[in-house]
């Protein structure tokens, strides 16, 4: 007689160790995890395809219910202005005349007040680091009116007066603003800063403008941030070396700051690898990942660290870049994986779940991120070429549930799998099988889901799948509330694989229930 058995896992997806070992759900795509249950993640709608050159940073500043983008591309640099909606409302050319491009080029971005102008001004660092982020290669950093459409110019001599020194500040890392200051750093630990709300300054020492310099490490300066300065008018920022973590804070004349070394045997991926959370900062080092809450701690993580490491593309590293999703409390690290040259696939870590998981990145992939603020569609790159031979994609996420290009809608694939069950499994375990006769689902869902089960004799035989079988979406007979398998499926390990494939398919999962009895099963196929 059939008995009822809760399908209940763990959240998150376990990719380390072995699928019998697991507690976890064993695999998934465009799939996340809330209040411990598996859902679809949201679609995605094109923006623009005319984005001249592979997308590596992207800005946006959010003015009188506009969006203004930046994105640095391998072959420039373009402004998108669109609405909240994301509907594009025109796109410009902003690449300096003296831009140097290429494959391997990746940008620093930000904006700041400028008091000289009364205007936002964005700050655009381009260096070739894609490859080789501590490369020595020096650039002179960008800037010009952030909801202008006019090209940017380099920083060029403010006409300091006497006794002030002017340096054009060609370098090597990037920059930074740290309200009301512009940072650049460098090679062989350099940082320089302007003068409060006058970004031109970059460059200026001497004098009492406020701007200055300072040489915070014997290694090249990666990445900076702002973070929580010490009191009022107190700005601070952190800084990440190729092997450390510095801290500066504004202390004024005559030093005006002062540089703390947090960790001194850290590491870090990539220069984009960074991303903030509510004041914390998290990102990808060598070998694992870190968050800086006023100190350098490891976050824990059992379930692909191991996977994410191990399968990086050699000589892809650096291209890989941070993303969040405050909305389910997700924070992406987007990698070239499995031989991929451009990141393909995104392992995640929810701070509300406390699990961790991973996807396939969709259309080939992405190579740029940049979260929902002002807006609240995150924005994403595209790797690859538009089919229609225009140029790259942006995309607007979390945004329905299906995929609108300019070919029409298209479903977004979904599923998950959960992690094993049966006789071996059981507590404590036993030889039976299990005939698998029913899934009593429960689901919030828009459109037929397919399920099928995956099974095995023992944990290193081969694996074989069912038919398929619906879960229908709006039951029209009785007998269509249960899902019923045919042929009875009678294996000692089985696992459950949930999918949604059709157009403005979408599902939430709460409390399935199997319905099986013991059977006899093979130890062996």
């Given at each position: ?172 890392g990037g920059i930074v603003c740290v309200q009301p200051f512009v940072f650049s750093f460098d090679s062989y630990g350099q940082v320089r800063w302007s003068a409060p709300n006058l970004p031109n300054y970059l460059g200026v020492t001497g004098g009492s403008s406020g701007a200055g310099q300072a040489r915070i490490s014997a290694q090249k300066v990666l990445a900076g941030a702002p973070i929580r300065g010490g009191g009022t008018q107190s700005p601070a920022a952190i800084f990440w070396t190729v092997s450390e973590v510095i801290t500066a804070v504004y202390v004024g004349t005559p030093a005006w700051f002062s540089f703390n070394t947090i960790s001194s045997s850290s590491s870090i991926l990539g ?255």
């Open positions: 007689m059939a008995k009822p058995f809760l399908l209940d896992f763990m959240p998150g997806i376990d990719r380390d160790g072995t699928a019998f070992d697991s507690s976890r759900y064993l695999d998934g795509l465009w799939c996340r995890w809330r209040l411990k249950r598996p859902r679809k993640m949201g679609g995605f709608k094109q923006i623009t395809d005319v984005i001249n050159g592979t997308p590596r940073r992207i800005h946006c500043f959010y003015q009188n219910g506009l969006v203004y983008v930046h994105v640095g591309t391998s072959y420039g640099i373009q402004q998108v202005v669109m609405d909240a909606a994301g509907n594009m409302l025109s796109i410009q050319d902003r690449t300096p005349v003296t831009f140097v491009g290429g494959a391997d080029i990746g940008f620093t971005m930000d904006a700041i007040f400028d008091t000289t102008s009364s205007v936002v001004q964005i700050v655009v660092h381009a260096v070739p680091d894609v490859t080789v982020s501590s490369t020595n290669v020096q650039t002179v950093p960008f800037l010009g009116q952030i909801d202008a459409p006019y090209i940017l110019l380099p920083f060029s001599d403010p006409g300091a007066a006497s006794p002030a020194i002017y340096v054009k500040p060609a370098v090597s220069t984009d690898v960074i991303i903030e959370y509510d004041g914390l900062y998290f990102w990808a080092a060598v070998g694992r990942f870190m968050v800086f809450n006023g100190t350098v701690v490891e976050i824990p993580n059992v379930s692909n660290q191991d996977w994410f490491f191990d399968n990086l593309t050699p000589g892809c590293e650096a291209k890989t870049f941070a993303f969040k999703v405050p909305r389910y409390g997700e924070i992406w690290w987007c990698a070239a994986m499995f031989g991929n040259f451009e990141p393909s696939h995104a392992v995640i870590y929810n701070l509300r779940e406390n699990c961790w998981y991973d996807t396939v990145l969709p259309n080939g992939g992405r190579s740029a991120g940049y979260f929902a603020q002002g807006v609240k569609y995150p924005i994403m790159g595209g790797s690859i070429a538009a089919s229609d031979g225009n140029g790259f994609q942006l995309w607007l996420h979390e945004y329905g549930v299906d995929q609108i290009d300019n070919q029409g809608l298209h479903p977004v694939r979904s599923y998950f799998e959960t992690g094993y069950f049966g006789g071996p499994k059981n507590t404590p375990p036993d030889d039976g099988g299990l005939s698998f006769h029913q899934l009593e689902p429960d689901f919030i869902q828009n459109g037929d889901l397919i399920t099928y089960l995956i099974g095995a004799p023992n944990a290193r035989a081969p694996t074989a799948n069912s038919a398929s079988s619906p879960i229908v979406s709006q039951p029209a007979v009785p007998q269509e509330q249960m899902t019923s398998y045919t042929p009875r499926q009678s294996l000692r390990l089985t696992r459950l694989h949930i999918e949604s494939n059709v157009i403005g398919g979408n599902y939430i999962c709460g409390k399935n229930i199997g319905h099986g009895e013991e059977s006899d099963a093979r130890k062996v196929s």
